[in-house]
Nanobody, 115 residues
Framework: QVQLVESGGGSVQPGGSLRLSCAPSGTIFSVYAMGWYRQAPGRQRELVALITNDGNTHYADSVKGRFTISRDNANNTVYLQMNSLKPEDTALYYC?????????WGQGTQVTVSS
């Protein structure tokens, strides 16, 4: 059974940084495209950043230049480095693993940006 375990969320002041981690288990990590999504109260879940199995990345316009997604296939981990955080980045952040005929989600980790 595939499980995605996120970590690294928390509370931070505006302008601060956090790094989220996601470590899938029960599958071959390297074949998946990995993504981070977020959902704020009253809003739909949205894509934040995506990294393909060969390392190509895509970011939402709202986080370009501030967030960086990366993957370590040797350690089966995907990261989301978040810098210059803003109050509007406050949300529940979800890790996603996707390939043909398979799509998995983590339970989410809360990120709160507030002064």
């Amino acid at each position: 059974q595939v499980q995605l375990v996120e970590s690294g969320g928390g509370s931070v002041q505006p302008g601060g940084s956090l790094r989220l981690s996601c470590a899938p288990s029960g599958t071959i990590f390297s074949v998946y495209a990995m993504g981070w999504y977020r959902q704020a109260p009253g809003r739909q879940r949205e894509l934040v950043a995506l990294i393909t199995n060969d390392g190509n990345t895509h970011y939402a316009d709202s986080v370009k230049g501030r967030f960086t997604i990366s993957r370590d296939n040797a350690n089966n981990t995907v990261y989301l480095q978040m810098n210059s955080l803003k109050p509007e980045d406050t949300a529940l952040y979800y890790c996603n693993a996707k390939k043909v005929a398979a799509n998995y989600w983590g339970q989410g980790t809360q990120v709160t940006v507030s002064s």
